[in-house]
């Protein structure tokens, strides 16, 4: 039987592989082109809550099936606080988690508001991946 550190720190490695597919696809997507601009954000929005659910999970912090960027915030505070703080901007990706999935939900996003969804999903990565580089 595994040492229960053993299996936390796979389940974040599974989190963190996940967010960083969704990351690349986010990149990729903004490449293209032309580029696909809601899918990009799509994933930029799953990258980041891809990486905040792992920072959960080292943290052994339960958290719903939730794509709100915002809610996953509010429990990182819990044993994060700057990097809850440090990462409010980045709750503005949720609308592109579920609501920008549907025809007439919301406008689609222009390249400017795609460069801006990739940029706030590699902060996330960035703050997520230092904090947990050293105990991985």
Not at 47 to 54: F, G, M, T
Not at 85 to 98: E, F, Q, S
Not at 103 to 122: H, I, S, Y
């Amino acid at each position: 039987m595994r040492p229960p550190e053993e299996v936390k720190k796979e389940i974040v490695r599974q989190w963190l592989a996940k967010a960083e597919q969704d990351m690349k696809a986010s990149e990729a997507l903004l490449a293209a082109e032309p580029p696909f601009l809601y899918p990009s954000c799509f994933h930029a929005q799953q990258a980041s809550e891809k990486y905040l659910k792992a920072l959960l999970t080292w943290h052994q912090i339960e958290f719903p099936k939730t794509h709100a960027i915002e809610q996953l915030l509010d429990l990182t505070k819990r044993v994060d606080p700057n990097t809850a703080l440090i990462l409010k901007d980045t709750a503005a990706l949720t609308p592109y988690g579920v609501d920008i999935r549907y025809p007439g939900d919301q406008p689609e996003p222009n390249l400017e508001e795609t460069r801006q969804a990739v940029e706030l999903a590699r902060k996330v990565r960035h703050a997520v991946i230092s904090r947990l580089r050293e105990d991985l």
